[in-house]
């Protein structure tokens, strides 16, 4: 049975969002890698996802990240994440990039295991 591409749903934003997410996956599909564990470790998604979203939204230069519940700098500061922003409003832009993180390894963890089960067939 041919796989669906959902990709092809996926609205513009989305497409881009998702081409930040593949490409931090890229970096770390090697065997042994946590993507491949069973069960994903929520601090490793969590990780992935907050470099997938601080890549995304890039720190202008000679701002920092600011805390959580404030931002000093008169609004200079990239939004806080992970899960709300300044005002206190729920951040879906990191909720989006950690459901798109958690369908990308487990497309990858299904291709892996499906490699591997033809490989130990061919022993």
Same mark, same amino acid.
């Given at each position: 049975?041919? +796989?669906?591409?959902?990709?092809?749903?996926?609205? %513009? /934003? =989305?497409?881009?969002?998702?081409?930040?997410?593949? *490409?931090?996956?890229?970096?770390?599909?090697?065997?042994?890698?946590?993507?491949? *564990?069973?069960?994903?470790?929520? =601090?490793?998604?969590?990780?992935?996802? *907050?470099? =997938?979203?601080?890549?995304?939204?890039? =720190?202008? /230069?000679?701002?920092?990240? @600011?805390?959580?519940?404030? @931002?000093? $700098?008169?609004?200079? @500061?990239?939004?806080?994440? /992970?899960?709300?922003?300044?005002?206190?409003?729920?951040?879906?832009?990191? %909720?989006?990039?950690?459901?798109?993180?958690? $369908? +990308?390894?487990? $497309?990858?963890?299904?291709?892996?295991? $499906?490699?591997?089960?033809?490989?130990?067939?061919?022993?």
């Amino acid at each position: 049975m041919k +796989e669906l591409d959902y990709d092809l749903y996926f609205s %513009s /934003p =989305v497409k881009a969002l998702n081409s930040y997410v593949s *490409d931090e996956c890229d970096k770390l599909e090697f065997t042994g890698s946590s993507m491949f *564990d069973d069960i994903p470790d929520r =601090v490793f998604v969590n990780s992935v996802a *907050d470099t =997938v979203y601080n890549n995304y939204r890039k =720190v202008p /230069p000679g701002t920092k990240p @600011c805390p959580p519940s404030f @931002c000093p $700098n008169q609004g200079r @500061c990239p939004v806080p994440r /992970p899960d709300f922003d300044v005002t206190g409003a729920p951040d879906w832009l990191h %909720s989006l990039i950690t459901i798109l993180v958690l $369908n +990308e390894m487990g $497309n990858r963890r299904k291709r892996y295991e $499906n490699f591997h089960h033809t490989l130990d067939k061919h022993k």
